[in-house]
């Protein structure tokens, strides 16, 4: 546990346990990602790569950059390809979205990425809930997200308000995940609920079992998110995207 303390005041929750969750020997962490997502079509073997790296590197990918180290890096057409969607040019200080787990994956066997958001408590999911980006970013953001609704609209024929008012952080993942799927990426976009995280009571309500959490997750995306979206294959311009409402008892112990 000594090197989850490097994470700061992230040394608890989600972010450690998304830690652990990629902890160990190849074989092992294709193993627990594989439980996780528990879809017969979805694959992730030890010849994989992911990120984080477990405790000898916890950091969080961007998908648009390609740090020096980092397990998952996308083809540098399609970073750019990505950013120049996301942000106006040089972008500022701006961030695109980092994901909790990123790993190489095989879907319906093609090369895909699966994108993990985890979390550990009801209030986690409205942490970072507003863009932030200034005026030109935040207009280039509102265009993504209106592109993004089009498509998975098409994809569903449901309804999709994404949008930089109000559940922000949960529009920009299927943003990115349809844009990605969009340039001929098989996602699967994974929410991932841990349960019993007691450390975190003076934050919010730990989630104790995984109906809570997936009853929890469906309220927030209420008027955002197509509900019929989850465990459905979609069909984005020939290239699949699947979302999952997963739950794990991940082991921790806070130092």
């Known amino acids: ?5 490097e994470l700061g005041k ?14 160990g020997s190849a074989d092992q962490v294709a193993r627990r990602l594989t439980d996780v997502v528990r879809r017969p079509e979805v694959e992730i073997s030890a010849q994989d790569r992911w990120q984080p790296q477990g405790t000898g590197d916890a950091r969080e990918v961007e998908l648009d950059k390609a740090s020096e180290g980092c397990a998952v ?10 950013r120049k969607w996301w942000l106006t040019e040089g972008g500022g ?25 985890a979390k550990a408590h009801a209030k986690e999911l409205t942490k970072g809930d507003k863009c932030v980006a200034g005026p030109a970013n935040r207009k280039r953001i509102e265009g ?11 994809a569903t024929g449901g309804s ?15 943003a990115w995940s349809w844009k990605l799927a969009q340039l001929g990426v098989p996602v699967v976009l994974l929410y991932l609920g841990f349960l019993n995280a007691v450390e975190m009571e003076d934050r ?8 809570e959490w997936r009853d929890t997750l469906l309220e927030y995306c209420r008027g955002a998110i197509d509900p019929a979206c989850w ?12 979302a999952l409402i997963r739950s794990d008892a991940q082991p921790f112990q806070q130092a």
């Not at 994901?99 to 993990?116: E, M, N, P, Y």
């Open 1 to 5: 546990m000594d090197r989850l303390r």
């Open 10 to 23: 992230d040394d608890r929750g989600s972010r450690p346990r998304c830690v652990l969750l990629c902890d």
């Open 73 to 82: 890096v996308l083809p540098r057409v399609m970073r750019l390809q990505l």
């Open 93 to 117: 200080r701006s961030r695109t979205p980092s994901w909790d787990i990123a790993s190489t994956c095989t879907v319906s066997g093609r090369k895909g990425l699966l994108l993990v958001e």
């Open 144 to 154: 993504a997200l209106a592109q993004a609704n089009t498509g998975l609209r098409n």
């Open 160 to 174: 999709w308000r994404l949008s930089v008012e109000h559940r922000y952080q949960i529009a920009n993942r299927f």
């Open 204 to 211: 919010g309500s730990p989630f104790g079992s995984g109906d």
């Open 231 to 242: 465990e459905m294959m979609l069909n984005v311009e020939g290239t699949s995207l699947l």
